[in-house]
């Protein structure tokens, strides 16, 4: 337990040693490799390139579009309370 303990400050603190010793090390990579070139690197990885939640809105949100968004949320947090009071239910 009390090298457990010392991971995650160790981990929040690797990527400030990196940049503090060896900052170029990435401008490094890419020069040494002739087929990479620095705009092929995803500047956000693990992302899909296209917004698949559709456009942002150009203005104020609309009563009418808050009570459908207040309704569905009430939606799901009752269909999540059912299955919470029947896992409560199995466990007894």
Do not use: C
Request: hydrophobic share 35%.
């Amino acid at each position: 337990m009390n090298i457990q303990a010392r991971i995650p400050p160790a981990l929040a603190a690797l990527p400030n040693f990196i940049l503090n010793h060896d900052p170029h090390d990435i401008d490094e990579y890419l020069s040494g490799d002739p087929q990479l070139d620095e705009n092929d690197l995803d500047p956000n990885p693990g992302q899909p390139e296209d917004n698949e939640f559709g456009l942002l809105a150009n203005g104020a949100v609309t009563r009418s579009e808050k009570r459908r968004a207040t309704a569905a949320r009430n939606i799901i947090a009752e269909a999540m309370w059912r299955d919470y009071q029947q896992v409560q239910e199995v466990r007894r």
